[in-house]
């Protein structure tokens, strides 16, 4: 909190900051060496002020808001200025002095601190009115004694060591900047303004409340831990509103947490029209939530129209200048105010504090010290002590006996010790100060931190000594609350969470609810009982309020021009790409091996395609090449079982046995293609591939050749021909040309080798397993060396047609070959135009239809005249002329 009740516009602030800096010059032209007189210090001015003073070993000051306001009379020409009067008694102000007196008979008592060492205390009004609160700073650096004996130079230790107060940010300011320049450590209880942090500014200032800059953390923490991402900001048109809006402001940008939909200023005196603009932009914001750094007067005109416009249906986050504010507490506010959330300072226990409450009695502190108390007397008790007795006596006033009951009299909850928060931080900073002071008095010679490691003794304390063990304070208070001061002289802050309550009967409770606090290991730590908060909506739980409702898993935030962060669409995540959490804002790309799922908020395996065993596909093709492996191998045992039958024997039955053979292995090698590839089945698949089918096609070869050998054998005079082809010419012609495949196969797998690859070309969802070749110029080889044996072997089959055997092989041999020729013609197209699988599958398809078409077409008649027309089975019909063949 700033300081309820202190208006300053920014005019003001700037007189007043002349203003001190003129009194700070006067006060050094004062107590400057070349003035003073060579044998005492004599003070120039005494300031007539409010105070209540004990006497003690050690003093320690003290400022407090006892009266809320004064009046300065009009000036005159005597050479005494005018002495100003304070007016409203306010005795919840006068218990804030009366917290700090009894601490101090407190440790006076204890025997742990500051043995055999008395503390006294000075404690001063400022009349909330910096002329006044700055004399009284003043008057705690120099005393009020008219002379004081000191030595020639009037040094020496100042009338007090250390002070609590002031309660208010802005005369903070100004007293710390006079009393800095002593040393003079200043402890305040109420001054909340982050700007007191700057140790370079106000290098002896403490405090034992929490910055406004730990307020607005709160909130934050606050928005974050309920989802609250769209909220409005009210403050008022002051230092405590508007350096609020800026802290507030940039915590949101800092933390992300979430954006303001509005953030208006309250301004101050009559201005019923500003306050209906700002309630009614307030009706049109879909905003839930209100957040108000303001005072109780600004709340006051702003509910007065909320009321008008009955604008329900709002969360209220309330600063600590108006949570804890009666005036607000009323029948015709809470429909609207009703769940309430606060920030307050933190609540503390004192025991003892109301004993000595009652125990205050104006005839024991009756001389001029005591003035303090003789005002609270007459304000509560209604009378008015002599000398001057005759008005009020007239005006149905009496006078002040000093017998009077303060328990029966106590109408403004002056003895209520329940809810002690500025109090406590009263509490605290006495025993900070007192702390220091102990220590600074248990030192060991020789271990002094100052120049000469001489301790310091009772005679000769200076203040910047106590601020050096100031600053080194740590204690725990009965309350459990840890105290030690930062870097910058702030507490560690705590807060306690406040929520009002609208109960059934009508009665209004404010309720602590959670606390905040933050740790030496710099973690805050907010934390909230749910359970406790009365929310003032129908459904009983906590409101929403976002300006776009939260982005799932598998989309991202896109944000809409010209509007706050929090504003914004959500579009899905493009393919291949995921988010996995909520309001991302890019969605990221899956690995290679993985791909978005059907949601876009998680990646998923890709799907492997090949040609399968499992796959109807495959199934398929493994079923026919099983089914030619296993035909292969029945007309290999027919061949054998009639071997010695002409139609085996005829035309070299070893090469019939071979062509079987190889045909078996062109079967089993279109398995090769089958299932996951692997680097040895895609080095094996197209070498066994390439060298079966050559074996096959070149025994084919020199059977055609073999054919047109014995044919032109039978002429005349061309016997001398089949000496060149006989069985060892026909082995080693057939070895010779696999040969010639088996080296090409070699060079491609050693230089260029086929393997395996993960295709992810053909489907963006899918990872094809295929095999590449490696080298296009060995595939290309491998093909073409086989298609130009089958080409040779079909010219020469079909030279060979029309020979007049009975049974010519050359037609069959020119018939597969033209199968073999066509169904490989059809490949090369299907091949390449096949994606994945497909192309495997074409391959295969092209193995087996032209394995079966030589199958068929060389051994089909065969085996037809070996088991069904065995008649035909025999030399004279085999070599027999067609007579009728012209």
Same mark, same amino acid.
């Given at each position: 909190m700033w300081d309820t009740g202190v208006q300053c516009r920014e005019g003001v602030m700037r007189t007043?900051?002349?203003? *001190?800096?003129?009194?700070?010059?006067? @006060?050094?032209?004062y107590f400057s060496e070349s003035f003073l007189p060579a044998s005492s210090c004599k003070l120039w001015r005494r300031f007539h002020l409010n105070g209540m003073h004990k006497a003690g070993d050690i003093v320690l000051g003290g400022l407090f808001e006892i009266h809320y306001g004064s009046v300065f009379p009009e000036l005159t020409l005597t050479s005494e200025p005018p002495q100003p009067s304070c007016q409203g008694f306010d005795p919840l102000g006068f218990r804030h002095a009366v917290t700090m007196a009894f601490a101090i008979e407190e440790i006076n008592k204890h025997s742990s601190l500051l043995p055999n060492v008395t503390l006294g205390y000075s404690l001063y009004d400022n009349c909330a009115t910096l002329g006044i609160g700055f004399s009284a700073a003043l008057s705690l650096a120099s005393g009020q004694e008219e002379q004081t004996m000191l030595p020639l130079n009037c040094s020496g230790a100042l009338p007090v060591l250390g002070s609590v107060g002031d309660p208010f940010s802005t005369f903070s300011i100004a007293t710390s900047n006079v009393l800095g320049l002593f040393k003079l450590p200043i402890v305040s209880y109420f001054a909340t303004c982050s700007c007191l942090s700057d140790r370079r500014r106000f290098p002896s200032f403490f405090r034992t409340i929490p910055s406004d800059a730990f307020q607005v953390r709160t909130m934050i923490q606050i928005l974050k831990h309920f989802g609250w991402t769209w909220v409005g900001l009210l403050v008022s048109d002051d230092d405590y509103g508007l350096h609020a809006a800026r802290s507030f402001q940039s915590g949101l940008h800092k933390t992300g947490v979430g954006c303001l939909a509005y953030?208006?200023?309250?301004?101050?005196?009559?201005?019923?029209?500003?306050?209906?603009?700002?309630?009614?932009?307030?009706?049109?914001?879909?905003?839930? *939530?209100?957040?108000? @750094?303001?005072? &109780?007067?600004?709340?006051?005109?702003?509910?007065?129209?909320?009321?008008?416009?009955?604008?329900?249906?709002l969360q209220w986050i309330a600063s600590e200048a108006w949570t804890l504010l009666d005036g607000l507490h009323t029948p015709s506010f809470m429909p609207y105010l009703g769940g309430t959330l606060g920030i307050t300072i933190r609540r503390g226990n004192i025991p003892g504090l109301r004993d000595?409450?009652?125990?205050?009695?104006?005839? &024991?502190?009756?001389?001029?010290?005591?003035?303090m108390m003789k005002q609270f007397w007459e304000h509560i008790f209604h009378?008015?002590?002599?000398?001057?007795? *005759?008005?009020?006596?007239?005006?149905?006033?009496?006078?002040?006996?000093? !017998?009077?009951?303060?328990?029966?009299?106590?109408?403004?909850? @002056?003895l209520d010790v329940s809810?002690?928060?500025?109090?406590?931080?009263?509490?605290? =900073?006495?025993?900070?100060?007192?702390?220091?002071?102990? !220590?600074?008095?248990?030192?060991?010679?020789?271990?002094?931190?100052?120049?000469?490691?001489?301790?310091?003794?009772?005679?000769?304390?200076?203040?910047? &000594?106590?601020?050096?063990?100031?600053?080194?304070?740590?204690?725990?208070?009965?309350?459990?609350? &840890?105290?030690?001061? !930062?870097?910058?002289? !702030? *507490?560690?802050?705590?807060?306690d969470i406040m929520n009002w309550l609208w109960l059934p009967d009508g009665r209004i409770k404010v309720e602590s609810v959670g606390v905040v606090r933050k740790s030496t290991s710099e973690s805050e730590e907010l934390i909230l009982n749910q359970e406790k908060i009365f929310w003032n909506f129908e459904s009983k739980q906590p409101p929403r309020s976002v300006c776009s409702e939260n982005c799932p898993p598998g989309t991202r935030v896109a944000r809409k021009r010209g509007e706050p962060v929090c504003c914004f669409d959500c579009i899905t995540c493009s393919e291949g790409k995921i988010s996995n959490k909520t309001d991302s804002i890019e969605c990221i790309n899956c690995p290679e091996d993985f791909w978005a799922n059907l949601q876009r908020d998680q990646c998923v395996p890709k799907k492997t395609e090949f040609l399968s065993y499992h796959d109807p596909l495959g199934m398929c093709l493994t079923s026919f090449s099983l089914l030619g492996t296993l035909i292969c191998a029945i007309v290999l045992g027919i061949f054998i079982y009639h071997r010695s039958t002409p139609m085996v024997r005829a035309n070299n039955s070893e090469l019939s046995f071979l062509i079987l053979l190889s045909l078996k292995l062109c079967f089993l090698c279109s398995l090769l293609f089958i299932g996951q590839p692997r680097l040895w089945t895609c080095q094996l698949r197209h070498a066994a591939f390439g060298i079966s089918f050559v074996l096959c096609v070149s025994c084919i070869l020199v059977k055609t050749v073999v054919v047109l050998a014995v044919f032109k054998a039978s002429k005349p005079g061309g016997g001398a021909s089949l000496k060149w082809f006989g069985a060892v010419q026909q082995r080693g012609t057939v070895l010779?040309?696999?040969?010639?495949? =088996?080296?090409?196969?070699?060079?491609?797998?050693?230089?260029?080798?086929?393997?395996?690859?993960?295709?992810?070309?053909?489907h963006n969802d899918k990872i094809v397993y295929e095999c590449v070749v490696g080298s296009t110029v060995g595939f290309t080889v491998l093909l073409g060396y086989i298609g130009l044996l089958a080409v040779l072997s079909f010219l020469l089959a079909f030279l060979a047609r029309n020979l007049p055997d009975n049974f010519n092989e050359a037609k069959l041999i020119t018939f597969s070959m033209l199968i073999f020729c066509a169904v490989w013609v059809a490949f090369v197209p299907a091949y390449v135009n096949s994606p994945g699988k497909y192309a495997d599958a074409v391959e295969v398809f092209a193995i087996l239809a032209s394995s079966f078409g030589l199958l068929v077409a060389l051994f089909g008649p065969k085996c037809y005249i070996i088991l069904l027309r065995p008649e035909r089975n025999t030399r004279k019909a085999m070599i027999g002329r067609n007579i009728n063949k012209k």
């Open positions: 007043r900051v002349c203003f *001190v800096f003129v009194g700070c010059f006067f @006060f050094l032209v953030s208006e200023t309250l301004p101050w005196g009559n201005k019923p029209n500003e306050y209906k603009r700002i309630v009614a932009m307030m009706t049109k914001s879909t905003a839930r *939530v209100v957040i108000v @750094f303001a005072h &109780q007067i600004h709340m006051l005109q702003l509910m007065q129209e909320v009321v008008k416009k009955n604008l329900t249906g000595f409450l009652l125990e205050l009695n104006v005839n &024991q502190h009756n001389d001029t010290r005591y003035n009378c008015r002590f002599a000398p001057s007795p *005759v008005y009020w006596v007239e005006n149905g006033r009496v006078l002040c006996t000093g !017998d009077e009951s303060l328990p029966n009299m106590d109408t403004v909850g @002056f809810e002690l928060r500025p109090e406590y931080n009263i509490y605290k =900073a006495v025993y900070a100060l007192t702390h220091a002071l102990h !220590d600074l008095l248990q030192c060991e010679p020789g271990s002094e931190p100052f120049n000469g490691h001489s301790c310091a003794t009772l005679e000769n304390l200076e203040p910047w &000594q106590l601020m050096y063990y100031l600053k080194k304070v740590n204690f725990t208070t009965a309350f459990g609350d &840890q105290v030690s001061f !930062d870097e910058n002289g !702030d *507490v560690l802050p705590i807060y010779g040309l696999t040969s010639i495949q =088996a080296a090409i196969c070699t060079f491609w797998i050693l230089f260029a080798s086929p393997v395996p690859h993960k295709n992810t070309q053909y």
